[in-house]
């Protein structure tokens, strides 16, 4: 494994006072259902709103300055986007995203007003490899990938160390950590970062039905990919299959992968709303999806869950308030 | 001054580790709004939803074994309730809440929910007071002041102290800090706090019109009342008066009072859940509705406010999203 403890200790002191140390909360209500203790970190209150701020500004604070002035290309459903684009503008460089036509409007709006330029792209007909590649090539400027590079990973790792020291914080120790998985490098980093510091601890993937490669690559021992059109309203978890350099590191780390079906997402958007009174897009609730739904026996133990985005469209997220509270 | 420093730094050992540290983010969009640097303190993150955990776990732990048997008494709308009664059952004592029959439902479930018996009254015709201290009187009780008492404002006091320890691990220094005020507990807590540590740092509380009695006290030099019969949506900031000991205190740290309306809370919720992707209940987004107002000039400022609850019912919280965003 190329990405160490060391990496992760070391972005941890770049992003130091740049990016937000999520709270670890506990939530009386979930431990309740849960019937242990479930502590739960908002990462969706990072700058840019997920923790793809962290691996985006460990990997570009490490570019050299020529390679600042020819700038960045992504490409991005819009968390890694927006992570990017905040990096370059903190460090004054130039980035272009390579974004689907249907990512949330929101996600496009902010990466846009964080001064990125953005490339659009249909995700059925496209790819959004070549045309980032292409555009990299002709500006000589630095491709940056959302999960498959050990600089992203070992930003994504922080939140991960976090965890650990958070609930030393409160003189517990792990049992189970919950992180939701796309590409696998939250999952990936995290790992590393957790089983370095407390190596008893298991950790679980989460992903949305049908779009579970993890899980099954994991069962599988090899890497799978999702049904090409396979949909999920999880837009940020819609990566084809796990990374090449992400999954041996989840392989040899994790315990399992979860799935969780898109109506229990929006059960824990619902809960995120009324209990942990945060905004959570669909996305970054299947980890607390999968406690709600009891996927994982957690009585008497001590959970960690990771809510990792906030970037959710205003319809969708009204229509899953009216559809849960009905006309109260 | 009967409230020091050290009282608050004593009340910060006491809640370590069992409240929440809330994080203080900031928020790309409300500094490019003020012109300035904005630092939000996301207090409805804490435990109960609100800051009055920290007051009533302060108070509740230096009870005696003697006082802890016979349980504690305290009257509010709703936030020092939940705050009393989860601090009640963490240090495994009784109590009882009396909560006014209009208070927000969400208040009034979890306060039941965290296992304190409630007592309704009639806000109009009934005096809290009175029924409360009828109670502790009978049942030998500790009544627990929801501000005016040292030991609930020392813990309030804690806001003040995090603000300023991580506005420094930005390496910045505060210019403004604003806070939202009903009884003038956390106000005067955070005050005493923020001045020792910070002595150039001008203070503001915010209020509601119409309940702005510390605003207009602190512009008379004395205590004056709300018109009886005062209301606004802001139903935790609805004291009748300042305290008669939060008062001289924030009379002597204070730099003024702001007020907002109503329609200005409102967009401040919808700001919140917008672009800080966090509930916010009316009471707790005065000081954000102050700064997106403009209340006060904040240009090339470092400014932190106080986001203070998040206890905010499901209908109100959806009429707010449906009024701000039409059809979309």
Same mark, same amino acid.
């Given at each position: 494994?190329?990405? =160490? ?11 130091? $006072? ?14 309740? #259902? ?8 908002? +990462? ?22 020529? @390679?600042?002035?020819?700038?960045? /290309? ?11 684009? !905040? ?5 004054g460089m130039p980035a272009t995203i390579v974004m689907p036509r249907d990512a949330p409007v929101v996600k496009t709006e902010n990466t846009r007003a964080l001064g990125a330029e953005i490339v659009p792209y249909d995700r059925d007909r @496209? ?11 002709? #500006? ?25 020291g958070q609930t030393r914080e409160r003189s517990s120790t792990l049992d189970v950590v919950l992180v939701p998985c796309g590409g696998g490098g939250l999952t990936a980093g995290s790992a590393v970062a957790i089983k370095h510091l407390s ?21 599988? $021992? ?17 990566? *084809? @299959? ?11 780390? !994790?315990?399992?992968? !979860?799935? %969780? =079906? ?18 959570? +897009?669909?996305?970054?609730? /299947?980890?607390?999806?999968? %406690? ?22 205003? *319809? ?8 849960? @509270?009905?006309?109260?």
């Open positions: 494994v190329n990405l =160490t403890f060391d990496h992760i200790s070391a972005a941890a002191r770049r992003i130091a $006072g740049v990016a937000v140390r999520t709270p670890l909360v506990e939530c009386e209500e979930l431990s309740r #259902r849960a019937g242990g203790r479930v502590l739960v970190k908002l +990462e969706g209150l990072q700058r840019g709103g997920s923790f793809k701020f962290r691996g985006a500004y460990n990997r570009l604070a490490q570019l050299t300055d020529d @390679e600042r002035t020819r700038g960045v /290309v992504a490409w991005s459903s819009g968390n890694h986007a927006q992570g990017v684009a !905040l990096a370059a503008r903190l460090l @496209e790819s959004r490899e070549t045309i980032a590649t292409e555009i990299a090539r002709t #500006r000589r400027a630095v491709l940056v990938p959302s999960y498959d590079d050990y600089a992203v990973m070992a930003g994504q790792g922080t939140v991960g160390l976090e965890i650990v190596a008893g601890t298991s950790i679980h993937c989460v992903e949305p039905e049908r779009c579970n490669d993890t899980a099954r690559s994991l069962a599988a $021992g090899r890497r799978l990919a999702n049904d090409p059109g396979s949909r999920s309203i999880c837009d940020a978890l819609l990566a *084809p @299959e796990p990374g090449a350099l992400t999954f041996p590191i989840n392989q040899a780390l !994790l315990s399992g992968g !979860l799935t %969780v =079906t898109d109506e229990e997402v929006l059960e824990a958007m619902h809960f995120a709303c009324s209990h942990l009174k945060i905004v959570v +897009e669909p996305g970054g609730a /299947v980890a607390l999806a999968a %406690v709600l739904a009891n996927r994982l026996p957690l009585r008497d133990r001590v959970t960690a869950l990771i809510v990792s985005g906030s970037n959710v469209d205003a *319809p969708l997220f009204r229509s899953m308030l009216d559809r849960r @509270e009905g006309s109260t």
